[in-house]
C-alpha cells in the first residue's frame, strides 16, 4: 500500500507540473460553466446565479386582480426569484430592456381585472386582457422563466373566472339570482374580490426529478451546469490517468519499475490510486470553487463528498479499462476523448436529464455523468443523503464491475511482458 | 557468499516464430566486470529483461545470490540494480525527485535515503544540478542520472544495457569510468554492448552473443587466441562511397579469411595483411572507389567476432 501511495504521489506531482492538463481539469469546466452560463443567461448583473431576475412590472390595470399580480411577482414564495421595480414610463423599461440592464417588462394593461370577471349583463366570460411581457434578448433562459410564470399566474386567474362565470350561470339556472343586470353585477363584483387574494397563491413551477426530489433545473441552469461540467471534464481526467499507464510503458519507467522489489499489484494499485484521487481532486476543487464563485448550493456536504467519492471511483474504472484494453497511449487519447463527449451527451451534460428521451436515459445508466448529475441535482434542490444513496450505489456498482475486468484484463497482459515495449 | 553471483542456464526466449535467445549458459563472478558483445538484436537486452524478472524465460532458469528468477523474483530484485538502454526517467521531476521516487520502490526512507541520494547525485556529477527538471538536462546528464538511480540501493549485481548509445565522446569516457569504479568498489557489472571497444576496456570477462546464441566466451586473451595470428585489415572509403559492393572480389581473394561493409568501411580478417594489401587496393581501384584509410589491427574483439560469424559487429 505504501509503495502504491508513493506511485500515486509521483503521478499527481507529475500531473501538476503540466499546464495543459490543468487547462482542461480545471481551467476548462470553469471556462465552460461561465459561457454557458452566459449565453443562456444564467447570470444577473446584481447577483450571480439565478435568484434576483431583475424585471419591471408597469400595472396599468386600476382593479384588484392587477395588483394582485404584481404582489405575486414579489411574493416570498418565489424565494426571490424576481427582483421586481415599479414603474410607468413605458418607453423608459423598455430601453431598460433593450440595454440588457432588466430581463424583462411585464405590462398590465388597463381594464385587465375586468376582463377576467363575468360580465354583469350577461354573466359570461369575455377573452383576457393580454399581458404583454418585453423580453431582453440576452437573456432567453430568464425569459422562459418570466414567460413560464407569468402564464401560469395569468391561467390561475383565468381559471378563477370561468369558475364565476359557471357559478353565476348555475344561480341563475336555479331562480336563486335574480336575473337583472344590477344582481349579477353586484355578485360578480364579489367574486371577484374572493378571487383576488387567491392570485397572490404561488404558481407551480416545481418540476418532479426521478428521485422523486424537487429539481429546479429550469430555474436553476447554472447550478446543473457546473455540476455537469464537472463530471464531464472527470472524464477527461481519468482517460489521461489511464494513458499514463501506458506512456509510463512507452517512456520505460514501468518496466524500470517492475525491476524493483515492487509487484505488479502494487503498480497498477498506485495506478489507480492516482486516477481517482485526480479525479476527486478536480471535483472537489470545482465543486468548492463554484460554491465560492457562483453562490450555488450544494447541498449536504456529505452527500456531495459521498457522491465526489462514488463518481471518481465509477470513472476511474472506466480509466483504467481503457489502459487495460488498448494497445497504445494515443488510442486512450483518442478513445477516451469520445467516451468523455459521448458519456456528457447521455449523461446529461449538456442537455438536462429530463429533456432525454426513454431511452436515451436508459442507455445513459452506463454513464458516471447521469448518476452524478442525478445525484447532484437532488442534492442541490434539497435531497438528504438518503435521496441519493441509489446513485451512490449503482456508482460503487460500475466501479466494482469495471475494476474487476480491468484487474483480470491487466494482468494477463502484464503477464506476457506487456511493461516492456 | 562463494560462488558466482549469477548463474544461467539454458535461457531461452521465444516470441511467436522469433527464438530471441537460445539456451545460453554462463556464469559471472563476483566484483568482475563481465560485457556480453554482439550487434543490435543479438538477443543481449532479451536476456537483460529475463535476468531482471521484467519478462519470464521461454525455457530455462537462471540464479542471482542464489535466487531462482523464476521461482523467487522478488529476492531477485533486491539485488540487482538496472540502467535500462533507454533513459526511464520523470522528466517533469527533478532529479532529486526522481532519486527519491526511485530509492522508495527500492524500499529505501529518511535519512538512509537522503544521504544516499546526496552520495550518487555526486557520484554522477549532478549535485548541482539537482532542484532542475530533468527536461532542462543535456543527453549526457540524463545517462547519468539514468545510472545514478540503478546504483541508489547499492546492488550487488549492475545490469547496464548498453549505457553509451547516443552520448558524446566525454560523456562516454565518463560512463566507462565510472562503470570501472563501480567494480573496484566491490560491485558485480553485466554490461551489454555493441562497441568492440569498451568491451575490451572494460571487461574481465566477454560474453560474444550473435542471433540470441552465446558463441564465444572467456578473457580478451583466450578469445583473441581463437583467431591465432589473423589480422584485420580496415579500409575506409570516401563517406558517400558504399562499400558493400567490393565484399564479393574481397572475398575471393587469397589470404583473405572473411569480409564485412559497414557503410563505407571493409573489415577484411587477414592472416598477413602486407601480403594482400596490394590486390586489395587494386580492386578497389578498379572499382572506381577512392580509398580515404587503411588500417592493420592486431587481433581483437572485432576480429573475433568477424572470425566466428563472417560478418562484423555493426554490419
Redesign the interface.
Known sequence: MNKALKISLKDLQILYRDPAALLMMLAAPFMLTLALGAITGSFSRSSPGISGIPIILANQDAGELGAALVEAFAAPELGGLFAVSDSQDIPSARQQVEDDAVAALIIIPQGFSASLQPDPASGRMSPAAPIEIYTSPERPNSAMIIEAVTGEMINYLEAGGVSGQVAVENLLHSGRLPANPQSIGVYSAQLGERIAPQASAPPAIVIRSASGVDVNEPTNYLGYLAPAMATFFLMYTVAQGGRSILLERDQGTLARMLTTPTGNAQVLGGKMLFVFLAGAIQVGILILASALLFSLRWGSPLGVLLLIISVSLAATGWGILLASLLKTSWQIGSIGSAMMLIFGLLGGTFIPITSLSEPVRWIARITPNYWANLGFGTLSAGGELADILPMVGWLLAMAAILFTVSVLAARERWKSGFAKK | MPGPILTTKDLSKTYDDLRAVKNVSFSVERSEIFSLLGPNGAGKTTTI?ML?????PSGGDAWIGGHSILNDS?AV??M?G?I?Q?????E??TAH?NLM??G????MQGSALKQRIEQVLEQVSLTDRADDRVEKYSGGMKRRLNIA?GLLHRPELVFMDEPTVGIDPQSRRNILEMVKELRSQGMTVLYTTHYMEEAAELSDRVGIIDHGELIALGTQEELTQMVGEQETLRLSFDEHESAESLLPAFSAMPGVLAASANDHQVALSVNRAEEVLADVVTAAQKSGKRIHEIVIEEPNLEAVFLHLTGRGLRD
Do not use: T
Not at chain 2, 52 to 56: F, R, Y
Not at chain 2, 86 to 90: I, R, V
Not at chain 2, 104 to 107: D, E, K, P, T, V
Open positions: 529483461s531482471s524478472c521484467l519478462i519470464a522478488m530484485k533486491r540487482i538496472v535500462p533507454e533513459l526511464a526517467l520523470y517533469p521531476l525527485q521516487f526511485w522508495q520502490m527500492y524500499g538511480i
